[in-house]
């Protein structure tokens, strides 16, 4: 046994994958066109993260989700093939361009019809619902700047014992580098901290791809 984490080599990220997920033909192709895209593509979350979402998802039989940042949709099939035939996910997005590539693949996934995909400013979108306990679990993965603003109007939607996923919350480890000092990677450690200091929560971070904070609502 040991306390400490095992360093993390492409080899081993690749024997994780293989032994945590089953290779989905749509999610690889939809990873496949995503990596056209150039640069953008590190936007995709990593395999392993869709199948702890799955998983979690089933685990908690979760039937309403919530999702702050869609890309082209990796992370909102993993969720909505998780959720019963009647269940429902709210996908908050602000590109068109992007989100066009995960309508055809939530078409083919099947999916399409538990799906609510929404363009526009997703504070504008959390908060024209009512605030009340709406979703079973959600997943946040946007814009970094407004972070602790998306966990707040979230988590205020969340019922008690639900889930909330946080991505990117390590930011190629630079977290801790406090000589860094750009707007979303300080943003990034304040929602960290506000999260870590939250009575209504209990989280454990997890160092996944570029981390991921799994949070439930007490």
């Known amino acids: 046994m040991s306390k400490h984490f095992v360093p993390m080599t492409p080899a081993l990220e690749e024997y994780l994958t293989r032994h945590s997920t089953r290779r989905d033909p749509l999610l690889a192709e939809l990873c496949a066109e995503t990596a056209r895209l150039g640069e953008i593509q590190v936007m995709q979350i990593a395999e392993l993260q869709g199948s702890l979402m799955s998983l979690l998802t089933r685990a908690i039989s979760a039937e309403r989700a919530v999702e702050v940042g869609t890309f082209t949709g990796y992370s909102a099939i ?77 988590l205020v939607r969340l019922r008690s014992g639900g889930l909330l996923l946080i991505d ?38 997890l160092p996944i791809a570029d981390g991921l904070s799994l949070i439930r609502k007490l």
């Open 168 to 205: 990117n919350v390590l930011r190629d480890g630079r977290v801790i580098d406090e000589s860094q000092t750009d707007p979303s990677l300080r943003a990034v450690r304040a929602c960290n901290d506000a999260v870590a200091a939250d009575p209504r929560v209990e989280v454990t971070m």
């Open 78 to 154: 993993c969720v909505a093939r998780a959720l019963p035939t009647h269940g429902k996910l709210l996908c908050c997005d602000v590109s068109d361009e992007w989100t066009r590539i995960a309508r055809r693949y939530f078409a083919r996934a099947e999916v399409a019809h538990k799906i609510d995909l929404r363009i526009g400013p997703a504070l504008e979108t959390l908060r024209a619902l009512p605030r009340q306990p709406l979703f079973d679990i959600g997943f946040i993965d946007a814009d970094k700047v407004n972070q602790h603003n998306y966990y707040e109007e979230v």
